[in-house]
């Protein structure tokens, strides 16, 4: 009667992660010291998977594209996701509308965005050089993903098109945490509302911001579909990032054990990023 | 008063918002329009906003192209994304029912296990998950995507099923148990319909993240028979027809019907899973 089979509830589950995630994990530590062949014997090299990771130029790149990339992309979706939450903070028949409309591109795939804006940025017959050139902006037709920085600022809006609206429902669920009668007493106060934003709404908030930041940022690091559509890594690797250099040292390559050393960086890199994130969530409460 | 004369002062902002919503949205309306129109007037210049003819061309062309490999793709999207979802519910409803109700020694480890996957993206694993379906021989098969799948998407479901059967009490578990039903039979007949909501958010949540997928679904298939359908769209763009933006557009369109026709019928549960675990109560 007392026999408790919670374990065996969990067994189908455990294994699952068992075999798919921490085998994985051990795994991928232990090919990176490894001179890992995908038939053969795999010798242990020490660090050399490693050394040789550090004294590849394209690995400084691809991070340097990365890192930068994130810099471009973060505010991008920050901004705008947090006018429109505390604009459509109000529950109305209007506002949801609105939050709707502007969550539905985060349905969409990455792929699907990514096209849809090649489309529109196509040099000859994209709209977008049309417009431009309707307005007088422009004489001749731009190709937007042909010049490195012109390409990271559109893989950038269009990613940023997409995600914004899951940072805005985020952002909007911390508002709605704050009590209405904060904002009843300032507006008994007198204060104008530029001020109770920035000296109420905002500290309050600040949790849930932070955390709706650590995750885009987060998620610009694992960036890579959008790059493989729009200019699959080019123009002269500028667009590179971190993914697809692992994808390439080890399936264009055949260099696995370096792929695993470099995919362990970019773990710590992470792990970091993550970091963070608990250490704002035990701020928090 | 006060009230009254901010509502009005609102009208011009709310004409605003939805001109600026109208432009928001103009890239999916751009992609739809381009897909119902015939080749030339796809690259007719000044573009035309509204098609003079409307046609499925386009989509005669991507459907019947090479016998029917798009098809091929979306019907591999659907049985890997339902195979996922009902797997990973499978896995996840006990699990979470135990790490709520069935408490044992070392299930806090095992749900803090679970949640470790939040911090290890797969995409830091490509490589020895690579060797390991090589090893078993599910490299290039379906079973092996819908495995990895499970395994990175569950967690999610965990974590919001575990708090969802939490909420319940005590006290029901209790009374079923006294009256001699089976832990079993208390999860699906009595915990699982009280459920309903979150078990509606994990199948989205699911949905859209396994229908979405491109980079596992292309780093760990090799043939049509496997591909899904954003790996068959890149194909498409990329290789097959590379400037031919009526099949990239029709193809597009039909890859991203089905998620946004599930996210706009059940968005508030999507949402509610969604910020579930964002902000503490």
């Given at each position: 009667m007392k026999k408790n089979n919670g374990l065996l509830f969990c067994l189908p589950a455990i294994i699952l992660l068992g075999m798919f995630f921490i085998y994985p994990l051990f795994n991928v530590i232990i090919m990176s010291f490894q001179n890992w062949v995908v038939l053969g014997n795999n010798t242990f090299i020490g660090f050399n998977n490693y050394i040789n990771t550090f004294q590849d130029k394209e690995f400084w790149q691809v991070l340097g594209n990365t890192l930068i990339y994130c810099l471009i992309v973060t505010p991008m979706i920050f901004i705008p996701a947090l006018f429109f939450a505390v604009l459509l903070k109000k529950t109305n028949k209007l506002n949801a509308l609105l939050r709707t409309g502007i969550f539905?591109?985060?349905?969409?795939?990455l792929v699907a965005s990514s096209y849809i804006w090649t489309w529109i940025l196509?040099?000859?017959?994209g709209i977008l050089n049309f417009i431009l050139n309707q307005f007088g902006l422009i004489n001749e037709g731009i190709?937007?993903?042909?010049t490195t920085w012109s390409a990271r600022f559109m893989i950038s809006l269009s990613v940023a098109w997409k995600t914004m609206g899951f940072s805005m429902i985020i952002i909007l669920a911390g508002l709605s945490s704050i009590s209405s009668s904060i904002y009843e007493a300032t507006s008994i106060d007198g204060s104008s509302k530029i001020r109770t934003f920035f000296s109420i709404t905002l500290p309050l908030v600040k949790p849930t911001l932070m955390l709706a930041l650590v995750l885009s940022i987060a998620g610009s690091f694992k960036g890579y579909d959008q790059f493989v559509i729009m200019t699959g890594g080019g123009p002269m690797r500028t667009t590179e990032p971190i993914i697809m250099y692992i994808s390439k040292v080890a399936f264009?390559?055949?260099e696995m054990g370096r792929s695993a050393a470099v995919s362990v960086v970019f773990l710590i890199i992470l792990l970091s990023i993550s970091y963070y994130q608990i250490k704002l969530g035990e701020y928090d409460a | 008063m006060h009230r009254k004369t901010n509502s009005f002062k609102n009208i011009p902002i709310a004409i605003l918002i939805i001109l600026v919503l109208l432009i928001f949205l103009f890239p999916i309306y751009w992609n739809i329009v381009t897909a119902f129109k015939y080749s030339d007037e796809i690259l007719?210049?000044?573009?035309?906003?509204?098609?003079?003819n409307w046609t499925f061309f386009q989509f005669n062309k991507l459907l019947t192209v090479s016998n029917g490999v798009f098809i091929q793709f979306f019907i591999n999207t659907v049985i890997i994304t339902i195979s996922t979802i009902l797997l990973v519910l499978a896995v996840a409803i006990p699990s979470s029912f135990a790490l709520a109700k069935?408490?044992?020694?070392g299930s806090r480890i095992v749900f803090i296990l679970f949640l470790s996957i939040f911090m290890v993206p797969f995409q830091c694993l490509l490589v020895p998950l690579y060797s390991l379906l090589t090893k078993i021989r599910l490299y290039n098969t379906k079973f092996g995507l819908i495995l990895i799948y499970s395994t990175f998407f569950m967690p999610f479901c965990i974590f919001m099923l575990k708090n969802a059967f939490a909420q319940l009490p005590n006290a029901l578990f209790e009374s079923a148990i006294l009256d001699g039903a089976s832990k079993r039979k208390i999860m699906i007949s009595l915990f699982l319909p009280l459920s309903i909501p979150s078990i509606v958010s994990c199948i989205i949540y699911l949905f859209i993240e396994t229908w979405n997928d491109f980079i596992l679904a292309f780093m760990f298939t090799s043939s049509n028979e496997v591909r899904n359908i954003q790996v068959g769209i890149m194909n498409f763009g990329k290789?097959?027809?590379?400037?031919?933006w009526g099949i990239i557009n029709s193809g597009t369109l039909i890859a991203i019907i089905p998620t946004i026709i599930l996210f706009i019928i059940l968005q508030k549960y999507y949402i509610q899973g969604m910020t579930s675990g964002a902000v503490k109560e």
């Open positions: 539905i591109p985060y349905a969409i795939s196509n040099d000859t017959y190709n937007w993903l042909g264009d390559y055949y | 007719a210049y000044p573009p035309k906003l509204i098609p003079s069935l408490p044992f020694k290789q097959r027809f590379s400037s031919d």
